[in-house]
């Protein structure tokens, strides 16, 4: 991300000159050749695309192989894949794009290429709504891969569309993007913006309905988890999963996760520092 004599880095030992004009006053044209720089940087490292868009799909196939010659059984009738599979659709791309997007941000404040950029008319949400924006685009991509790998090859079944898992995974991810994005504001090297990791991400897991239905926890750890967007993600897939057609319901869990990540996305720029030392 830059500007003229700047040169930013996305992924380790890449590097590209800047193409955002410092006097550039026209309304969004810091932010598109934000978006547009990172994509670029992004298509030119292909062990970051693959790991964008393989490693779920790969984790899927695994997941598959676990639960192969696991039984349904009259009280449980659904499948462990089908009933775990499509919660793992939204919980990868959300992990995924979290780790991808904390560390690429850590490494612009580590290579001063944010100080930089913020002695620029770059405002804060031109930064961060670019980043959000091409990694959203990533993850866009990630979602379609292992939701056609997941209904196509492994035969993951759902009684509503694949493309309502698709879209409830893209927007995950999104959230995933917003939060790594906040979180490497409060790290001040890359080890640090992995450690937020376990911290942020691994309780929205545990406490999803992933492991135990949200209704079965004891009372304090649903409050908990009703303040988790993870929660409402996998509560849209499990939607999804049991109805032919989009529900209320469903609506509502998707835009209380786009409402976490837009109110991440702007906790964000507010965080940002103009200075890293």
């Not at 590097?15 to 006053?25: D, N, V």
């Not at 775990?84 to 490494?107: D, E, H, K, N, Y």
């Not at 929205?204 to 009372?219: W, Y």
């Amino acid at each position: 991300m830059s500007d003229r004599g700047a040169e930013s880095t996305v992924a380790p030992g890449r590097t590209e000159p800047a193409t955002l004009s410092p006097a550039g006053p026209r309304p969004g044209a810091a932010y598109l050749a934000t978006t547009a720089r990172i994509l670029r940087q992004l298509r030119s490292d292909r062990r970051t695309v693959a790991m964008i868009l393989v490693v779920p799909a790969l984790l899927m196939t695994l997941l598959y192989f676990i639960y192969q010659d696991v039984p349904a059984t009259p009280q449980q009738p659904v499948s462990l894949f089908d009933r775990v599979g499509i919660s793992m659709l939204g919980i990868l791309p959300f992990i995924v794009m979290f780790l991808i997007t904390a560390i690429a941000m850590q490494r612009e404040r580590t290579s001063g290429t944010l100080e930089r950029l913020l002695t620029t008319p770059l405002t804060k949400l031109d930064l961060l709504g670019g980043y959000g924006s091409a990694f959203s685009l990533a993850a866009a991509a990630q979602a379609a891969v292992a939701c056609l790998v997941s209904f196509g090859l492994l035969g993951l079944d759902a009684a509503g569309n694949p493309g309502w898992v698709v879209l409830i995974a893209m927007v995950d991810a999104m959230l995933g993007v917003a939060l790594g994005l906040l979180c490497s504001a409060f790290a001040r090297t890359e080890f640090q913006a992995v450690q937020f990791m376990p911290l942020v991400a691994a309780p929205q897991i545990f406490l999803c309905g992933l492991l135990v239905p949200r209704a079965q926890l004891p009372d304090w750890l649903e409050v908990i988890s009703n303040i988790m967007p993870l929660s409402y993600a996998v509560d849209a897939l499990h939607e999804v999963s049991i109805h032919a057609e989009p529900t209320g319901l469903m609506w509502r869990d998707l835009a209380i996760v786009a409402g976490f990540a837009a109110v991440a996305l702007c906790l964000g720029a507010a965080t940002l520092r103009r200075r890293t030392a």
